[in-house]
């Protein structure tokens, strides 16, 4: 009974700790959809993401904002993500019927942060609410990105300096209980 006491506040102090290990991050996002993505933390599990990208299998390029959660898996370098968004895109084509696209984005997909490299890769459905080729279409993609800023800046740097329980206190304070 202990152990799943032990387990299960455990689980929640995953929770309750900081989905990233980092501030600000950019690169490139690999796939059908090729472009520039640029990660900026807002909270301690929220992130605000521009996308700029251009298909191979649709003529057109799209500008692409997104809120999204992270909750962190094993440790706070390793999430998975959520979230939704806007999208703008252009036609590229010389078809005068096809009208620029605008819509919603939806994105889910896990990331991966090791020193100054984050990796991540998702899954992103869009609908297009006007314009386009197609009223609605997935991709996937690879995104690779070096990390700007990262969270040690403004913990003081150093794990001793971040306000968060350290294992050792969560675990005595279960024996106590």
Same mark, same amino acid.
């Given at each position: 009974?202990?152990?799943?006491?032990?387990?299960?506040?455990?689980?929640?102090?995953?929770?309750?700790?900081?989905?990233?290990?980092?501030?600000?991050?950019?690169?490139?996002?690999?796939?059908?959809?090729?472009?520039?993505?640029?990660?900026?933390?807002?909270?301690?599990?929220?992130?605000i993401?521009? @996308?700029?990208?251009?298909?191979?299998?649709?003529?057109?390029?799209?500008?692409?904002?997104? $809120?999204?959660?992270?909750?962190? @898996?094993?440790?706070?370098?390793?999430?998975?993500?959520?979230?939704?968004?806007?999208?703008?895109?252009?036609?590229?084509?010389?078809?005068?019927?096809?009208?620029?696209?605008?819509?919603?984005?939806?994105?889910?997909?896990?990331?991966?942060?090791?020193?100054?490299?984050?990796?991540?890769?998702?899954?992103?459905?869009s609908?297009?609410?006007?314009g386009?080729?197609?009223?609605?279409?997935?991709?996937?993609?690879?995104? $690779?990105?070096?990390?700007?800023?990262?969270?040690?800046?403004?913990?003081?740097?150093?794990?001793?300096?971040?306000?968060?329980?350290?294992l050792?206190?969560?675990?005595?304070? @279960?024996?106590?209980?």
């Amino acid at each position: 009974m202990k152990r799943i006491i032990l387990l299960s506040i455990l689980g929640l102090a995953a929770f309750q700790a900081d989905a990233q290990s980092y501030i600000t991050a950019i690169g490139a996002r690999i796939g059908p959809d090729w472009g520039l993505t640029l990660q900026q933390r807002l909270t301690k599990k929220i992130t605000i993401e521009g @996308l700029a990208e251009s298909s191979t299998s649709r003529d057109e390029v799209m500008l692409t904002g997104l $809120l999204e959660m992270h909750l962190p @898996l094993i440790t706070r370098h390793f999430n998975i993500y959520g979230g939704a968004g806007i999208h703008k895109g252009w036609s590229t084509s010389n078809r005068d019927f096809v009208d620029d696209p605008y819509g919603l984005t939806f994105i889910g997909g896990a990331e991966l942060t090791l020193g100054r490299i984050n990796i991540s890769y998702d899954f992103k459905p869009s609908l297009n609410i006007d314009g386009g080729e197609r009223r609605f279409y997935t991709t996937q993609a690879l995104s $690779l990105r070096f990390v700007l800023i990262k969270d040690s800046i403004f913990y003081g740097g150093g794990k001793k300096n971040r306000e968060r329980p350290r294992l050792e206190v969560v675990v005595e304070k @279960l024996k106590s209980l």
